[in-house]
């Protein structure tokens, strides 16, 4: 059973525009969420992280929001560049142990 | 740095074949990850070392999987005999602290493909 979900495989968005991307997970024991991004090729890196007591963690154009109730996060990304294109994999650890990884979501921005 | 480094990058072999994946992980970093990518389950945890003990084997798949971690700066996964089921991206991650909240640096993946 998946514990970390993506539901979205694929999300197309314009350049500019706002891109929004979904996280959800089961285990509520979980206190520290990442995302990683992937381009082809490559091995995945991190890009931001937040921990359980906050709900909002901001790095530039990067924004990550947590919502425990509904045990959902998401990755805003804005404005979206067409460097932007990766795989996005969402992450979760309890208690510092091993990260597990959602199945990711392929953006794309287009001109 | 090199970051981490992963070998071979491509590999084929024919089922019932005995493939190594080699990784040497970024020169001071203490915990080494084995993951694979597949699409339906996306990157799982194969099983971790921390000072070349292994302390998480949990995700190896089944006894055909061994790893071992004989230095700091060298491990090795095996798949003996390998199973077209087994094809997938083996990833190598290194990173300063056992805990996984700390960021882990991934290598570039090894692409199996097993006939």
């Known amino acids: 059973d998946q514990q970390v979900k993506q539901n979205s495989p694929s999300l197309s968005v314009q350049e500019g525009r706002i891109s929004i991307l979904n996280c959800d997970y089961t285990n509520s024991m979980f206190d520290y969420f990442l995302w990683y991004k992937k381009y082809p090729a490559e091995g995945p890196t991190f890009l931001i992280s937040i921990s359980s007591i906050k709900d909002k963690n901001e790095d530039g154009r990067f924004t990550v929001f947590l919502n425990k109730s509904a045990k959902h996060l998401s990755l805003h990304i804005v404005p979206s560049q067409p460097g932007d294109s990766a795989v996005y994999f969402c992450a979760a650890t309890a208690w510092g142990d091993k990260l597990i990884f959602g199945t990711g979501t392929r953006l794309q921005v287009f001109p | 740095d090199a970051g981490v480094i992963q070998s071979p990058r491509h590999e084929v072999t024919e089922m019932g074949q005995e493939v190594t994946l080699r990784c040497k992980p970024i020169s001071g970093h203490n915990s080494l990850f084995w993951y694979r990518q597949t699409m339906m389950r996306g990157l799982e945890l194969l099983i971790y070392?921390?000072?070349?003990?292994?302390?998480?084997d949990s995700g190896m798949p089944e006894d055909r999987f061994s790893a071992k971690m004989p230095n700091a700066s060298f491990s090795t996964l095996k798949i003996q005999p390998s199973e077209p089921r087994d094809s997938a991206v083996y990833f190598c991650a290194s990173s300063l602290a056992k805990v996984a909240d700390h960021e882990q640096y991934f290598g570039p993946g090894t692409r199996l493909t097993v006939t």
């Open positions: 070392f921390n000072n070349n003990v292994p302390i998480d």
